[in-house]
């Protein structure tokens, strides 16, 4: 994977600590300035309190975007602004209205905020209408279940760090979705919004970090409380334990806290009721004992071996997909496939799957022995090889991935393997320290397969042991969920999928229930010797309230996987019905919150996007070459900063370099497969101008008019169409028929418009208003807007 380097401008060097991609001035770094997370652990799940502070320096206002990490299993709940003596909630709407909302709002003057999810663990903040000198605080509240690893340990993993991924694809023609380094392509619509620009390593810390976990552990034996990546410091009391982050720290990596459990129950079921009582949350866990019976098994070892794996996750990779190797006995068969931007199998083993014998065993362990990291990450032709070579086969059918996860086009290749994967079994190894965590989780999921988690090379003999759990026979097989007096809500499951269990990996079931919270629920299926198998227990009443919305995060997730995969018709309704009805975040709803004050004039606010950490443990940027130079017009682009101060380093961008692969290694990449970013030191590309023929004056005045119309809130349409809309039309078909110009399109439209009444109902409103939107987008020859980024394609 190549890189894009935004050279440095002529102007005075920065310090010897200093680095590019930095907006900076004498009073500090912009916009970001704080991040704060504080968790409240009791038993398996946690509530946290996400808080980002941000600031303005300069001498005009600010909007402000942030593209940012949250786990990926997290339900968010709530969103607050606070600035100066105001304290704005936020309100969760359908994410079209939400953004109007947010535009109207800044374009009026008003501080707002506007949270989005563009992945499952990726997200936007934009701020807007930050004063000089002020500071605006957002706080956000996250309800997120603690997975467990084994029947004994449990995960508190935080993200801080938006990795750069690899973007396949063709570019796009038309304006940019985000803010972003990398160009929107055909296969990754909004990748502009989840390639945040990168510091380079040695510039000094801009974002102060505080990390705080108070952990109750409910009654469960808590046997040990480890942190993977960061120094901490324990206090306890009373049964209460809180871990603190040292100061200091960087946002370059997953924060994560192992806790250890004694063996306890194999199943427990908890019922939570909602306040009315008309219904409730169920959660049930199943922790299966014992061995299966081996049984004869195709494997497919999928190693991505592209630029991004370079370092300790290229050796961490090799010694994981070696193990897996060796676990293999002879009356297994298998075959290994290493890609980057191509694929490459073992020396003398052929095209298909071949025997798990001793020499075949060997020459496959070579293979993985001599792979090192190079190329792009081009992960859909592999994985198709693998369902292929998975397709007509009776056995147990197994695929594994390993990977970091760094790719945009998740939505892509989830559309197009779901309808492959029937029958196969897919497992996910995930290494990094800032994994794709989300993309590995929903593979594995419509692969009815277990995800693993990798951080580093220490963790991963204790990992492997857990991936020789699930990659053997399952203990069950054909699950299926049975209530005892107790009323499931149809269609409420999650996961929807219930796969199969594996020896000491827990299954975790929720949904909803009706009635009385009282019951039992069983889960049964087919034991590996195709006995019956079956796990019950009996329901105890829970007054955790944030089953709820962890429920409705693990619904939603289902759903979505739906919508990405070409599901049903209406789904993307039902999705957002159900995001608001519990007050979740989705992708097709957004946070936003808007003050009633106005702030500003109305200008627009200078635009920043917040260069993020490169990822602990990625190899560094290249330096710039000083002789390369870049300029800022009159009119910066939305990420550029305002006009330095003399003396002031002008702002760069970098994300980190992946190793970089020789010109022969990519000779025989597509020319549709492309990093992201050009090579470094090549400078930045020119952000793309939507394509607007040249305009008449006529043209123009009515694109000016088309621009304020996207800015006015639904419920001020009507008057806007009939107090605004009709004098202008009236005054442009006059002066066009004046100058013997065909102005009938735009005659018929201001003659349909002035038949509206202030009392037509809001269907007929916004027809007229989307006629209106057509019929001038026609006229001023503008290119017809895209479909919303975060819709799938039709």
Not at 610 to 637: C, I, K, L
Request: charged fraction near 25%; include cysteine.
């Amino acid at each position: 994977m190549t890189v894009r380097i935004l050279p440095l401008p002529e102007t005075e060097p920065p310090a010897s600590d200093g680095g590019l991609g930095a907006l900076s001035t004498d009073k500090g770094n912009l916009p970001l300035d704080s991040v704060g997370v504080h968790a409240t652990i009791t038993g398996l799940a946690a509530g946290i309190e996400v808080v980002q502070g941000f600031r303005n320096p300069f001498d005009m206002p600010l909007e402000a975007t942030y593209i940012f990490p949250l786990p990926d299993r997290a339900a968010v709940t709530a969103l607050r602004m606070e600035a100066a003596d105001r304290i704005i909630e936020g309100t969760l709407k359908e994410r079209a209205q939400a953004r109007q909302d947010y535009d109207a709002a800044i374009a009026a003057g008003r501080r707002a905020a506007i949270a989005e999810e563009d992945r499952p663990d990726v997200f936007t903040m934009r701020v807007g209408n930050i004063l000089p000198g002020e500071r605006v605080t957002i706080r956000l509240t996250l309800d997120q279940p603690l997975p467990h690893e084994s029947a004994s340990s449990a995960t508190f993993r935080f993200p801080l760090v938006v990795a750069p991924r690899y973007i396949p694809g063709a570019p796009l023609d038309g304006e940019r979705t985000g803010s972003g380094v990398a160009d929107d392509t055909d296969a990754v619509p909004d990748a502009s919004r989840i390639s945040p620009p990168v510091l380079l390593p040695g510039f000094p810390n801009p974002v102060r970090l505080a990390v705080t976990a108070d952990i109750d552990p409910a009654g469960l034996p808590l046997t040990e409380i480890r942190s993977a990546l960061h120094v901490v410091s324990e206090e306890s009391d009373g049964g209460r334990t809180t871990v603190r982050l040292q100061p200091g720290e960087r946002l370059d990596r997953d924060f994560i806290l192992r806790l250890g459990f004694a063996p306890h129950e194999t199943a427990a079921l908890s019922l939570a009721p909602d306040e009315s009582g008309e219904e409730g949350t169920f959660n049930l866990t199943v922790l299966p004992s014992g061995d299966a019976r081996p049984s004869p098994r195709d494997v497919v070892l999928v190693l991505d071996r592209s630029g991004s794996m370079h370092g300790w996750k290229m050796v961490a990779a090799r010694r994981a997909a070696a193990r897996i190797v060796d676990t293999l006995r002879g009356e297994d068969r298998f075959a290994v496939l290493s890609f980057d931007n191509v694929i490459e199998r073992p020396r003398d083993l052929g095209t298909g799957l071949v025997d798990g014998t001793d020499r075949n065993r060997f020459r496959a362990v070579e293979h993985l022995a001599t792979l090192d990291a190079r190329g792009g990450t081009e992960m859909l032709a592999p994985l198709d090889e693998g369902c292929r070579l998975l397709a007509d086969s009776a056995r147990d059918r197994v695929l594994v991935l390993i990977t970091d996860g760094q790719v945009g086009n998740e939505d892509q290749l989830l559309a197009h393997l779901e309808p492959r994967l029937r029958g196969v079994r897919v497992h996910t190894v995930g290494i990094d320290q800032a994994v794709n965590a989300g993309f590995l989780n929903r593979l594995a999921s419509i692969g009815q397969g277990r995800c693993e988690l990798v951080e580093s090379e220490d963790r991963l003999d204790e990992a492997m042991e857990h991936i020789h759990h699930r990659i053997a026979a399952p203990v069950a097989t054909g699950l299926t969920l049975h209530a005892d007096g107790l009323e499931i809500v149809q269609g409420s499951v999650a996961p929807t999928r219930l796969g199969a269990l594996f020896p000491g990996v827990p299954l975790v079931i929720a949904g909803r229930f009706r009635g009385s919270p009282s019951g039992a629920l069983a889960v049964r299926g087919t034991a590996s010797g195709g006995t019956p198998w079956e796990q019950r227990a009996t329901g105890i009443v829970s007054t955790d309230r944030a089953a709820t919305s962890i429920w409705a995060r693990a619904h939603l997730r289902d759903l979505e996987d739906r919508y990405t995969t070409g599901g049903a018709d209406g789904l993307e309704q039902r999705i957002v019905e159900t995001s608001l009805r519990f007050g979740v975040l989705c992708r097709f709803t957004a946070f936003v919150a808007v003050d009633s004050r106005v702030v500003t004039e109305g200008e627009t606010p200078h635009q920043v996007v917040q260069p993020v950490e490169s990822p602990r443990g990625w190899a560094a940027p290249s330096a710039v070459p000083r002789a390369a130079h870049a300029t800022f017009s009159a009119a910066p682009a939305p990420f550029a900063p305002p006009p330095a101060p003399a003396g002031m380093p002008a702002p760069a961008s970098a994300p980190p370099e992946h190793a970089a692969p020789s010109s022969g290694e990519l000779a025989g990449a597509p020319s549709s497969s492309r990093p992201f970013g050009t090579s470094a030191g090549r400078g930045p590309a020119p952000r793309r101008a939507r394509r607007v023929p040249a305009l008449t004056g006529f043209q123009q005045e009515l694109t000016n008019v088309l621009n304020r119309l996207r800015q006015i809130p639904e419920d001020q349409r009507v008057l806007y169409l009939l107090g605004e809309l009709v004098p202008i039309l009236d005054s442009i078909v006059q002066r066009m028929e004046a100058q013997y110009l065909d102005a009938t399109p735009l005659a018929t439209l201001r003659d349909d418009v002035r038949r509206l009444q202030p009392t037509s109902d809001q269907t007929t409103i916004n027809d007229q208003w989307t006629r209106v939107l057509q019929v001038l987008a026609d006229f001023t020859g503008e290119t017809p807007p895209r479909r919303p980024f975060w819709k799938r394609p039709t």
